[in-house]
């Protein structure tokens, strides 16, 4: 069975600084990795995927991932993070692209100003 | 607006009363998806459509809740008899390519 791991409730940065928001998957074959993100009282919104090709995926609003398989990690990050970038994300494993997504328990990032 | 759409936003209900939610998913979108959050917790798989087919379901989908996909659009999950443990947002996802879109979610508060 698939499994997500993220291992930090919270995450804090201050604007402008680097982030990273980590992630460890478990999965038998090759997985497919998604990012989401979720602001208070809505839905959650697509970030990026990786399926497979390039290590480092870019995606939305400035977010990238980095894929490691041999650390079966999925880390989120972004150069210069914002305050609105403040959310809660999730991590999540599928075992192909049309099956049902694990997710993990999410981290809350908190951007200062 | 062209995402998934679902109703209603909000329900508060009593204790064994029935309940159904709808969603409409994004136009075109053959695979549609059932997730329930609960505070603190990611998502977690309910049940998945491929047009009017429900291939999978997990075993937190007791026997008190059914889902629908009647013509392969949009699809309604009810729960028979409400219970507190119940409470929790219900999101509905589609896809086409294999990137799950999500509707704003159907939070039920059972009391």
């Known amino acids: 069975a698939q499994s997500v791991a993220q291992p930090e409730d919270q995450v804090n940065v201050a604007e402008g600084n680097p982030l990273t928001v980590k992630c460890t998957y478990s999965?038998?074959?090759?997985?497919?990795l998604f990012w989401y993100v979720q602001y208070p009282n809505r839905g959650l919104q697509f970030l990026l995927k990786y399926i497979t090709g390039d290590n480092l995926v870019k995606g939305s609003y400035g977010f990238e991932a980095e894929f490691n398989k041999s650390q079966t990690s999925f880390h989120l990050k972004k150069p210069s993070a914002l305050v609105s970038d403040s959310a809660l994300y999730f991590c999540?494993?599928?075992?192909?692209?049309?099956?049902?997504?694990?997710f993990g328990t999410g981290t809350r990032l908190l951007v200062s100003p | 607006d062209t995402g998934v759409s679902q109703d209603p936003r909000h329900k508060i209900t009593k204790r064994g009363q029935n309940v159904t939610f709808r969603c409409d998913p994004i136009s075109e979108h053959n695979r549609l998806y059932w997730y329930r959050q609960t505070l603190g917790q990611g998502p977690e798989f309910l049940t998945y459509f491929q047009n009017e087919a429900q291939l999978e379901k997990s075993r937190l989908l007791s026997d008190r809740f059914s889902a629908e996909r009647p013509k392969g659009s949009f699809s309604t999950l009810e729960i028979q008899r409400t219970e507190q443990g119940d409470s929790a947002m219900y999101l509905c996802?589609?896809?086409?390519?294999?990137?799950?879109?999500f509707g704003q979610g159907t939070r039920l508060t059972v009391v």
């Open positions: 996802a589609s896809s086409a390519t294999g990137d799950a879109f």
């Open positions: 999540a494993v599928s075992r192909t692209g049309f099956q049902k997504l694990v």
């Open positions: 999965v038998s074959g090759n997985p497919y």
